[in-house]
């Protein structure tokens, strides 16, 4: 899967490059936001390691302020198997 997904960011054009980076932006943004008014856990339905994989390799931004705040990731889909 990783591999899928990095090859299909080498071929990604420049413009949806630039989409993504402007959603991190925004995303990153969020999360400050959110920091700043109370706890925050991201809740996924991907397996774990998912967001930080994806965040760390396509938003940089937001990946710093997860990692920084150590803000909690919960895989609902991995709770759910257990």
């Known amino acids: 899967m990783q591999t899928l997904l990095q090859g299909e960011w080498t071929r990604a054009a420049e413009w949806e490059k630039e989409k993504v980076q402007e ?3 925004i995303a990153a943004e969020t999360l400050e936001r959110a920091l700043e008014l109370g706890e925050v856990c991201i809740v996924t339905n991907s397996v774990e390691g998912w967001v930080d994989y994806c965040s760390q390799t396509f ?6 302020i997860i990692v920084n705040r150590k803000v909690p ?3 609902a889909r991995e709770r759910s198997e257990a």
Do not use: H, N
């Not at 938003?59 to 710093?64: D, G, I, L, W």
């Open 73 to 75: 990731i919960v895989s």
């Open 23 to 25: 959603i991190d932006k």
């Open 59 to 64: 938003m940089a931004q937001t990946y710093e």
